[in-house]
């Protein structure tokens, strides 16, 4: 279950750079105030997607299939290292090598969030921490382009699909 009491840095929309702070509750459900998360595209050997199904518990997009990994960065925390931690705390697994990707500004009527995201190739096992995840799996790119639009997905997972798609 999330904290809303938990503690978020906040960011100038403009430029990636911390600004203050605000508590998750406050954060989401007011996208004025901009915070940062940082994502992992986790890849098998194939080049299918491992998605996660988000926890029936969470705050946002309970019950959809989500990015790989995914995760605010705590105060003073560097994306990359977010997004390492990510890993261990959410699939239970060392990521290795992490790949840049992007950084870019996702707005939603909810929220807004910098996004850093990275790849990865790692086959599992995968030991996908309950109170985050229902359930993972690889999902091939046509599996995932049928699922678009129909609501199964989460409306960031499909904004940055859409914008990887570019990039193999």
């Known amino acids: 279950m999330s904290d809303p009491s938990e ?3 906040l960011y100038d929309a403009s430029e990636y750079r911390v600004i203050g702070r605000a508590t998750r509750g406050e954060c989401h459900g007011h996208p004025e105030l901009v915070h940062a998360v940082a994502r992992v595209h986790v890849r098998d050997a194939q080049g299918r997607l491992l998605m996660q199904r988000r926890a029936a518990s969470k705050d946002i997009a309970p019950g959809k299939w989500d990015t790989s990994v995914g995760g605010h960065l705590l105060p003073g925390e560097e994306a990359e290292a977010a997004a390492r931690r990510e890993m261990r705390e959410e699939l239970g697994v060392d990521p290795g090598e992490l790949v840049f990707l992007h950084r870019f500004l996702m707005r939603s009527p909810i929220e807004t969030e910098w996004v850093t995201s990275y790849a990865t190739t790692h086959a599992g096992p995968f ?42």
Do not use: C, N, Q, Y
């Open 127 to 168: 030991r996908p921490d309950p109170g985050e995840i229902d359930e993972v799996r690889f999902w091939t790119r046509a599996e995932i382009e049928a699922a678009l639009g129909t609501g199964v997905l989460t409306s960031a997972f499909e904004d940055e699909f859409a914008r990887l798609a570019g990039k193999g």
């Open 7 to 9: 503690i978020f840095e």
